[in-house]
């Protein structure tokens, strides 16, 4: 899925086992609370990650967990 905006278009990512397969939890919670991929790369709107940022560590634990969890694709 597409979404344009004034930051470009975003596309969104496949978070689902098969498409998050190749991180790590510790690099899931970095990219969910930070915004940045290992490769440096930043994720664009409207991924909230302000939302995130401060989540508490069991529930950053918690959400990778039910990402972990979802049917592939």
Same mark, same amino acid.
């Given at each position: 899925m597409k979404f344009?905006?004034?930051?470009? #278009?975003?596309?969104?990512?496949?978070?689902?086992?098969?498409?998050?397969?190749?991180?790590? #939890?510790?690099?899931?919670?970095?990219?969910?609370?930070t915004g940045v991929r290992p490769d440096g790369s930043r994720l664009k709107p409207p991924m909230g990650v302000p939302y995130y940022a401060h989540m508490s560590a069991a529930d950053q634990t918690a959400l990778v967990a039910y990402?972990?969890?979802?049917?592939?694709?």
């Amino acid at each position: 899925m597409k979404f344009p905006g004034p930051w470009g #278009d975003s596309v969104a990512s496949n978070i689902t086992p098969t498409g998050i397969a190749h991180y790590s #939890d510790a690099q899931l919670k970095t990219i969910i609370t930070t915004g940045v991929r290992p490769d440096g790369s930043r994720l664009k709107p409207p991924m909230g990650v302000p939302y995130y940022a401060h989540m508490s560590a069991a529930d950053q634990t918690a959400l990778v967990a039910y990402l972990r969890t979802l049917p592939r694709k």
